[in-house]
């Protein structure tokens, strides 16, 4: 399987282009759904699901792709199979509705989503940490419009972090972790006064001190020992914009 790694931060900057009907019988039409005896049927779209649903089947998505994360991250396979289940559906339930904004956004979901499958089918373990937590970061960013409660650079700092984890394991590119910790930084400031009106000042100081270690890294375990750190202040920010 060959990864993109760099064009994956590119999903948070892509302009959303408008879901027409023609681009949504595209994605149906190559996505796999296939038609008896040689005959296309004809594709049906219902109507748009109400923006709090659509908003619950992402943050579901979202959800079971991160447990299938860290289910590979520790070799859980028999743990793996509901939650892929879900994450077929939830892809398929966007296949036949039409309020998704971004139509490269939904291909590229079914595509990590096919990756995911054989990834766990294989126990390819890193690939399938890749894979999930690519849905991760499609799922939010398709989420980003509907104003969840979880802001998106949440999930961005998140997405980040899982990166850092997935390379420590592999040849270290300084450069590329670099990059990423200056993701995390640009995708932290905003966040710095949402987090204090909802009340978690202390964070605030928390995840600085947090990064300070981070850029001090130099060695794989190091990164992924702050990474980790990380993904706990990122549990801890979700609770926060959840109260």
Not at 185 to 193: A, M, N, R
């Amino acid at each position: 399987m060959k990864h993109n790694h760099s064009s994956e931060f590119n999903i948070f900057n892509a302009v959303p282009v408008a879901a027409s009907l023609l681009l949504l019988i595209t994605v149906l039409l190559g996505s796999g759904i296939t038609c008896g005896a040689g005959q296309a049927k004809p594709v049906v779209v219902i109507a748009a699901a109400p923006p709090n649903s659509y908003l619950g089947e992402l943050e579901g998505l979202i959800n079971n792709a991160g447990d299938v994360y860290e289910h590979a991250k520790s070799n859980r396979w028999k743990h793996t199979g509901n939650r892929l289940i879900a994450i077929r559906k939830a892809v398929q339930s966007r296949l036949i509705t039409a309020n998704d904004i971004n139509p490269n956004l939904l291909q590229r979901l079914i595509e990590a989503t096919s990756e995911l499958e054989q990834a766990v089918a294989a126990q390819h373990r890193l690939d399938s940490m890749i894979f999930a937590n690519r849905i991760m970061i499609i799922g939010a960013k398709m989420a980003a419009p509907f104003n969840p409660r979880i802001p998106a650079n949440v999930a961005v700092i998140g997405y980040c972090a899982r990166k850092l984890e997935i390379l420590s394991e592999t040849p270290l590119i300084e450069n590329k972790m670099s990059e990423i910790v200056y993701k995390i930084h640009l995708s932290w400031q905003p966040l710095i006064p949402q987090v204090i009106e909802h009340g978690g000042s202390k964070e605030i100081k928390k995840f600085a001190e947090i990064m300070k270690r981070l850029e001090g890294a130099r060695s794989p375990e190091e990164y992924a020992r702050q990474a980790s750190s990380i993904l706990e202040e990122v549990t801890v920010l979700e609770q926060i914009f959840l109260k």
